[in-house]
Structure formats: C-alpha cells, structure tokens
C-alpha cells in the first residue's frame, strides 16, 4: 500500500468504517472547534528552506522518552483501535515494532496488555486511569510490570466526559446493544463487517479481568463511568508511589500544572487536549506547547500530542521544544484504510515525510534541528 498522506488515510477510513466508529475516530466536544484549532495552529508557523547543505544523509533517529528510537514519533493511546479493523491493536504493535517506535496501549484497548507484550520487538507503554476503585488501578499497574512495560502513561483530562455530538447522534456510550441503524450502518461495509464476524465476538480485552459488562458498548459505558472525577495531585503522589517505573502525564496544557506535575515524581508529560475530544474552548496544543518546555526545563521531557497530519508537523512541534509527537487519529484511519500495509504505509510514509522536510531545511539530525530550531522556523 502506497503512501500519500494522512489526509488520504482519513478518506479511506472513513469509506470503510461504519458510522458508529467513524463517528467515535473523528468527533470533537461539542461544536469541534478544539479538533480545528489543533490544525490550524501548524498552519501558523512555516518551515524555512536552506540551500546548499550536505543533505545526503538525513538521519531521524532520536533518543527520547528513555531510549533511542527509529523516529521522533509514536503510536498513541487510542481507545476502540481494534475495531477499526479486526485485529488491529496487534497488527499496530507489530508495526511500531519494525518501524522503532512505542506503542501506548489503551486502556480501552480491544487487544490485553498480555497479548500485545507478546509482539516480538515491541515497545510497550501502558495508558491509565485512576478509578473510583483504587484496587482495580493497582492491578493495572500490576499487571503492566508482570508484561514488562516499565513506562506508564496516565491521562488526567478527563476528570469530566463532554458532549459529543457525532456520538450523541450515533448513541455509542449510551446503548448497551448496536441500534437497528448501527446494523444497517454495519451491513453497509461489508468487508469490515466479515472480518468483524470471522474475528469472534469483540471485547475491551484490556477490562476482560473486571467484569465491566456483557459486551463491548456495555463494557465501554461502565469502564468510563468508573474514570475517577475527584483526582487531585495527592493522587499522582500516590500513583507515583505505587508505579516504580517511567510515569509519564499525559493532559497536561498549563506551565504551572506541568511544574506541578515534575514536582510530584512525572518523567514526561505528553501536551495534549484529547485530540480536541474534551475541553472545546481549549487552546491547541501547539500554541501552549513552548511555554510548558520553558517551564519544566531540563527537568523532564516534554511530547505533543492532537493535530498532527504530516511530517512537517512532526519537525515544526520538535523545533518548538517536543522531545517526540504521539499520533492518535492518524494510526486509527491508517488501520481502518489498511490494516496491516496501512500501518506499514503510515509508519514509513511519515518517516520519509520527517526526513524529507529536514533535509530541504538543512539539517541532517535532531541535534542539527534542535541548534537551528531559530533559523529554521517562523511564524507565518
């Protein structure tokens, strides 16, 4: 499968999903101004050609978030992946596998953190929640050190689960069974639907161990309900407490939290508004994301999240001060578009855009990037 951009994935995706996950990859809160906001801000700044430089070896590789990576990228947490095509968290860790990068698991991954760890070469991350029951939390980290995931990632933006349009529309968290326009909408993809059906019943194999519902929107509804509104930065000390390993904040988008938060034990924290899924007057990422470099300083690593749509996104977010970029939206539409070769195509297709975009800046590596980061960028 060839390669010609996300946007392209998008369309793919959406001529094959049904409805239901359509709806659940690409809404927003609210009016979607957020998920817009998120795009445009890329389009504020501009990537400066530079002539005449020895840019015949480009190399992409970066040591971020703990170890040396083949690329500044991940996979991030996306909830619901495997039922963007069957199989699809496995076929994601097998691909972040060859291509060097992580692979955060969702919490609401149809795929167990037990299952994906067993990917050979994978580099796993665990996303989690604080629930209302504190032993459940435990046993997730429990059973991400049992997986040998020495990294966890815990989102912290939402304390409060806003409207959603698309989805109110569509009823996914309010149904407990698919509707008869969520079947018709189904029967309508026929090539998803069979492998869905030659798949087996699916479920949040993540929540399999916790008996949250008879089936997978059932499961989904009282998983979220679960999500603990009270947390409070006692409970990150006390997270960081219990977890021996990288603890990583994702949700993160004001300089005084991100302070905060490296005062309590946080290694890394991923800026991010939910893809614009949560807070919609919130500002993009990318505009708040120097200021919370600035604050934490050396202190910790600091990775983007929401709106990235092609490399030079990737290399404007790394000029700003990001020690990498988590895809979410764009690897969901690649495994919808392709499944395994999508990913595949996604996976290198955005390498070679990266590797493109710094080689006609004139930089070579991200050492380059980052001492040129003032002579390669400009606001538009």
């Known amino acids: 499968m060839e390669f010609s951009g996300i946007d392209d994935l998008c369309q793919m995706a959406n001529r094959r999903l049904p409805r239901l996950f359509r709806d659940y990859v690409n809404g927003g809160a609210h009016g979607e101004v957020a998920v817009r906001a998120n795009r445009q801000a890329f389009l504020d700044w501009k990537i400066i050609p530079r002539c005449l430089r020895d840019v015949s070896q480009v190399d992409i590789g970066s040591t971020w978030l703990g170890r040396s990576r083949g690329a500044p990228f991940m996979l991030g947490p996306v909830g ?21 990068i992580p692979l955060a698991v969702s919490t609401f991954s149809i795929a167990s953190m037990e ?63 698919p509707s008869v326009a969520q079947l018709l909408s189904m029967a ?79 290694d890394a924290l991923i800026v991010s508004n939910h893809g614009g899924r949560q807070m919609d007057p919130s500002p993009a990422t990318l505009s708040v994301l120097p200021e919370i470099v600035e604050a934490v300083g050396d202190r910790c690593e600091v990775v983007l999240d929401s709106g990235v749509r092609q490399g030079g996104d990737i290399v404007t977010a790394l000029a700003l001060g990001a020690s990498g970029v988590a895809l979410g939206r764009p690897w969901a539409w690649a495994l919808a578009a392709g499944g395994r070769k999508g990913m595949d195509a996604l996976t290198t297709g955005l390498s070679g855009e990266v590797r493109d975009v710094m080689g006609l800046a004139g930089v070579r590596n991200m050492a380059e990037l980052v001492a040129q980061r003032k002579q390669v960028l400009r606001r538009a």
């Open 80 to 100: 619901f992946a495997g039922m963007m095509h069957a199989g699809g968290d496995v076929m994601a860790a097998q691909a972040a596998a060859r291509a060097g």
């Open 115 to 177: 299952k994906l760890s067993r990917v050979p070469g994978v580099d796993l991350l665990a996303q989690i929640y604080v629930f209302r029951d504190r032993d459940l939390t435990r046993d997730m980290l429990r059973r991400a050190h049992a997986c040998g995931i020495d990294g966890i990632i815990l989102t912290v933006d939402t304390a409060i689960t806003p409207m959603r349009a698309r989805d109110v529309r569509n009823g996914f968290r309010r149904m407990t069974r």
């Open 188 to 266: 309508g993809r026929p090539g998803w639907s069979l492998r869905m059906l030659m798949a087996g019943k699916a479920r949040i194999g993540n929540l399999a161990p916790y008996g949250m519902g008879r089936n997978l929107l059932e499961e989904a509804r009282n998983a979220a309900a679960e999500i603990d509104p009270s947390l409070t930065w006692q409970d990150l000390a006390w997270l960081r407490k219990e977890w021996g390993g990288r603890l990583i904040v994702k949700g993160v988008m004001d300089a005084a939290d991100a302070r905060q938060c490296v005062d309590n034990g946080t």
